[in-house]
C-alpha cells in the first residue's frame, strides 16, 4: 500500500513557475517508477515526465527544456519544477508510484495548476 500526496499547484501567470511535491509513504520498495501525469479538461492524460528508482529520467517533448524531475529518496519525495508556464500547461496534475516487483499503480489524488494572466 502506497499513499501518494501531492502540493504546490495554484495559480501562476505566463512565464511563471511552480514546483509541485509528491510525497509517499508506505510500502516503498526498491524498484519502481514515480511520475507525474497531467489532464486539461476535454484531453487525454498524459505523462508529464518520470523518474526511476536507479535515478534515471523521461520528459515528454511538449514540456521538454521546461519541466524537470527530480527526488529526495530519503524523504520519499518527488518534485516537478516547471519553469516558462504556458496557458496550455493548465491541467490537473496526478503524482504516480508504479511498483514494478508488483507491477502495481497508484495515484494522487491532484493538484490543479492554471497558469493565466
Known amino acids: 500500500q502506497v499513499q501518494l500526496v501531492e502540493s504546490g499547484g495554484g495559480l501562476v501567470q505566463p512565464g511563471g513557475s511552480l514546483r509541485l511535491s509528491c510525497a509517499a509513504s508506505?510500502?516503498?520498495?526498491?524498484?519502481?517508477?514515480m511520475g507525474w501525469y497531467r489532464q486539461a479538461p476535454g484531453k487525454q492524460r498524459e505523462l508529464v515526465a518520470s523518474i526511476t528508482s536507479g535515478g534515471s529520467t523521461n520528459t515528454a517533448d511538449s514540456v521538454k527544456g521546461r519541466v524537470t524531475i527530480s527526488r529526495d529518496n530519503a524523504k520519499n519525495t518527488v518534485y516537478l519544477q516547471m519553469n516558462s508556464l504556458k496557458p496550455e500547461d493548465t491541467a490537473v496534475y496526478y503524482c504516480?508510484?508504479?511498483?514494478?516487483?508488483?507491477?502495481?499503480?497508484?495515484w494522487g489524488q491532484g493538484t490543479q495548476v492554471t497558469v493565466s494572466s
Open positions: 504516480s508510484y508504479h511498483d514494478v516487483v508488483l507491477d502495481r499503480m497508484y
Open positions: 508506505g510500502s516503498i520498495f526498491r524498484i519502481y517508477v
